[in-house]
């Protein structure tokens, strides 16, 4: 196996992180008052985009 010529610095190492990091999930809130995903109907009253989707019962 391959072995490294020099050790890699922690700012090196750090930097090439940089961009791993888990992003928080954007929320938006339904007409209900639920906050809820971006395009996803909501789960509790069943709308997206204004109108009925789910029935209430199912949701």
């Known amino acids: ?7 890699t610095s922690k700012s ?3 930097m090439r992180r940089s961009h791993d990091h888990v992003a928080t999930p954007n929320v938006v809130y339904c007409e209900c008052g ?3 995903i971006p395009h996803r109907a909501c789960s509790s009253c069943g709308s997206y985009k204004g109108r009925q989707v789910i029935n209430s019962e199912d949701a």
């Open 12 to 14: 090196r190492r750090n």
């Open 34 to 36: 639920e906050p809820i």
């Open 1 to 7: 196996m391959a072995q490294p010529k020099k050790k």
